[in-house]
């Protein structure tokens, strides 16, 4: 892919692009300029079959050429391209989506084929995390740097790394699977992917429910609720509150973290690691460990020279990469 840092107005011109980011619950879409700038913005529950969503996807472009005809007074098409980001594996030279365990109807089907066919224009698809890593580093914590990694703390972790300024997506299009990274491998909580003792089953936001439900015995005065609407935003407010239980799952979180990113910084030597997801608004709580595990475990010129920061572009880290991926492309 081109550099995210290269001026994106250059080879798209003054048109937009209809970004998607495609969610194992929510669609949330939105038109994009070339500077960055987000003009009309909608979410949708994600629909269940493969023809469903494309249909989803139509309408949603749709509706957005119509609000923006009627805010520019011009009838006229403006969205020149498609972009959609899944949470999968994707095939981008061919436009199929490979593998999305969350969306397992998408297994094996030619998304941006079937969007070129309603709509008539190019339409290019990436996965999330990549996208996200491509937004952070043209709009948001990554700006001018060249070689960045990004972290999602999401349902799952995601990852997506930029080196020397090109996005890495390996050979078969599943780099940065960062998430499944192996941190413990003795005793290791089984993950979704088949292996044992992934970031994802200590890192995630699936992960820091779990631990809260597995700990809470030792815990009895712990004021964090046992109940079904146990989410890791109700257990980050009771540890701001000082319960001792909900400092520990994100004592334990920061730890697991670091112990990943000390692996991933002694492999690439980046400038920054940016972190974002819903997980991260635990910052404060996990943040020490996190940095005590990296200044224990990574090389010290390593260490000294990377930033890690929490990511700039929030939700939208994914929708501006896939514009900007869109502009490039
Ligand atoms: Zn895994």
């Not at 970031?199 to 439900?213: C, D, F, G, K, Q």
């Not at 815990?219 to 079904?228: L, W």
């Not at 004592?251 to 819903?278: D, K, Q, S, T």
Request: glycine letters at 12%; hydrophobic letters at 45%.
């Amino acid at each position: 892919m081109t550099d995210p840092n290269k001026n994106a107005g250059d080879r798209a011109g003054a048109g937009l692009v209809f970004a998607a980011d495609l969610g194992g619950t929510h669609l949330r879409a939105a038109t994009v300029d070339h500077s960055g700038r987000i003009h009309f913005r909608l979410k949708r529950n994600t629909a269940k079959s493969a023809d469903e969503i494309v249909r989803a996807l139509v309408l949603a472009v749709r509706e957005c050429e119509k609000q923006n005809n009627e805010a520019s007074g011009d009838a006229g098409s403006v969205i020149k391209a498609v972009s959609v980001v899944v949470p999968g594996t994707v095939n981008v030279e061919e436009g199929i989506v490979v593998k999305a365990p969350n969306l397992p109807c998408l297994d094996g089907f030619r998304l941006t084929a079937a969007l070129t066919d309603e709509l008539k224009r190019p339409a290019i698809l990436e996965n999330d995390a990549n996208a996200a890593a491509v937004g952070e580093m043209w709009l948001g914590a990554g700006r001018s740097r060249r070689t960045i990694v990004c972290v999602t703390l999401g349902t799952g972790v995601g990852g997506g790394i930029i080196l020397d300024g090109k996005l890495w997506r390996g050979v078969d299009g599943a780099a940065a699977e960062i998430g499944h990274m192996c941190v413990d491998p003795f005793g290791g909580v089984a993950c979704g992917c088949g292996s044992r003792g992934c970031l994802e089953v200590y890192a995630s936001a699936t992960a820091i429910v779990r631990m809260t439900r597995e700990a809470s015995p030792r815990y009895p005065d712990s004021v964090v609720p046992t109940s079904a609407e146990l989410t890791s935003e109700t257990i980050y407010a009771a540890g701001l509150e000082g319960d001792e239980l909900a400092l520990e799952v994100f004592r334990r979180m920061g730890v697991y973290l670091g112990i990943g990113l000390a692996n991933l910084i002694n492999i690439i030597n980046p400038e920054m690691i940016v972190i974002g997801g819903g997980v991260v608004n635990g910052w404060n709580l996990f943040e020490k460990y996190m940095h005590q595990q990296v200044a224990e475990r990574a090389f010290p010129l390593l260490a000294a020279r990377v930033k890690i920061v929490r990511s700039e572009c929030g939700d939208d880290a994914g929708l501006l990469g896939a514009a900007r991926l869109a502009f490039s492309d």
